[in-house]
C-alpha cells in the first residue's frame, strides 16, 4: 500500500492501466529467450492469471488508494472520465499505440546477441499473447471502475476488500455433473468439429476454469483441463461415446415428432 501512494498519478485509470500492463510484461519478458518464448518454461496460461490476479487486484487497489485524498466534486470527475476511457480507450481502439509502445518500452537494452529484425520478430509474437489476453479481460477492469463509481454514488467509496469482492461475485459458475477429463474431452472434440472456434487452446483451457465447475470440485486449475485435454482420459472417451449416442437418438426421435 505505501508503494502506492508514492505513486505519482498523472493519468486517468485506462492509462493507468495501459501503463501497468506494459510495466509488468515487460519485467515478465526479460525472464525469456523470445528465440523459444512458446516453449517451456513458457505458459501463455501465465498471462491469463497475472491480468486476472496482479494486475487486477492492483488495479482495485488504486482506485481506492487514488480517491483518499480527493474532494467529492474531484472524485466524480476522475471516475467519469475514467469510465469514459473505457470507451475511447478501448482495447481494438489503442492496439497499435499499445504495440509501439510495448516495442519502445521491451527494446531498451535487450538486444544482447540477436539482430533487430530477429527481436521484433519475436517480441511482436509474444505482445499478440499479451494484447488477446488483455482484450478478453478488459471488462473486469471496467465493472471494478463501474462498481467504485456506484459505490461513490451511494455516499462510500468502499474499501479495497468490498470492491474486490463485488467483482469477484458477478462470475458464477455452472454446475456440472462432469469430471475434470470429461469436460475437457467434450470441449476437445467441440473445437475439433469447428464447433467452437479459439486462436489458441489456452483460451478454451481458461473459459472451462472461468466458467464451469466439476462434479468433484467449484474450481478446476487450467493447469488440471490442459493436461486432460491434451492427453485424453479413456475413461472419459468412453462416457461421451455412450452419451454421444444418447443424443443421436434423441435428436432423431426429436425430428420424427
Known amino acids: 500500500m505505501e508503494e502506492l501512494k508514492k505513486f505519482e498519478i498523472t493519468s486517468y485509470l485506462v492509462e493507468e492501466l495501459e501503463n501497468r500492463l506494459l510495466r509488468a510484461f515487460n519485467r515478465e519478458a526479460a525472464e525469456y529467450d523470445f528465440r523459444d518464448f512458446l516453449k517451456p518454461p513458457f505458459d501463455p496460461l501465465d498471462l491469463e492469471r497475472r491480468i486476472q490476479g496482479d494486475i487486477l487486484d492492483m488495479f482495485i487497489k488504486y482506485i481506492y488508494v487514488r480517491s483518499?485524498?480527493?474532494?467529492?466534486?474531484?472524485?466524480?470527475?476522475?471516475?467519469?472520465?475514467?469510465?469514459?476511457?473505457?470507451?475511447?480507450?478501448?482495447?481494438?481502439?489503442?492496439?497499435?499505440?499499445?504495440?509501439?509502445?510495448?516495442?519502445?518500452?521491451?527494446?531498451?537494452?535487450?538486444?544482447?546477441?540477436?539482430?533487430?529484425?530477429?527481436?521484433?520478430?519475436?517480441?511482436?509474437?509474444?505482445?499478440?499473447?499479451?494484447?488477446?489476453?488483455?482484450?478478453?479481460?478488459?471488462?473486469?477492469?471496467?465493472?471494478?471502475?463501474?462498481?467504485?463509481?456506484?459505490?461513490?454514488?451511494q455516499g462510500y467509496l468502499g474499501t479495497i476488500q468490498s470492491i474486490s469482492s463485488q467483482n469477484s461475485q458477478q462470475k458464477k459458475k455452472l454446475k456440472t455433473n462432469l469430471t475434470v477429463s470429461e469436460l475437457a474431452y467434450l470441449f476437445k472434440v467441440l473445437n475439433a468439429e469447428k464447433i467452437i472456434s479459439s486462436r489458441y487452446n489456452s483460451d478454451i483451457y481458461s473459459f472451462i476454469s472461468d466458467n464451469f465447475s466439476s462434479k468433484q470440485q467449484e474450481d478446476i486449475s487450467t493447469k488440471s483441463i490442459k493436461n486432460h485435454f491434451e492427453d485424453p482420459d479413456p475413461a472419459a472417451i468412453t462416457f461421451w461415446q455412450g452419451k454421444f449416442a444418447n443424443l443421436k437418438e434423441m435428436a432423431k426421435k426429436d425430428k420424427e415428432k
Do not use: C, M
Open 68 to 153: 483518499k485524498p480527493l474532494s467529492s466534486v474531484e472524485i466524480n470527475n476522475w471516475l467519469t472520465i475514467s469510465l469514459n476511457q473505457f470507451k475511447t480507450h478501448s482495447p481494438d481502439k489503442r492496439k497499435e499505440f499499445l504495440r509501439e509502445a510495448y516495442l519502445d518500452y521491451a527494446s531498451y537494452g535487450n538486444y544482447k546477441t540477436r539482430s533487430k529484425k530477429e527481436y521484433y520478430s519475436n517480441e511482436e509474437s509474444f505482445f499478440e499473447l499479451i494484447f488477446d489476453s488483455y482484450n478478453r479481460n478488459f471488462y473486469l477492469f471496467e465493472q471494478a471502475t463501474e462498481q467504485a463509481k456506484t459505490n461513490f454514488n
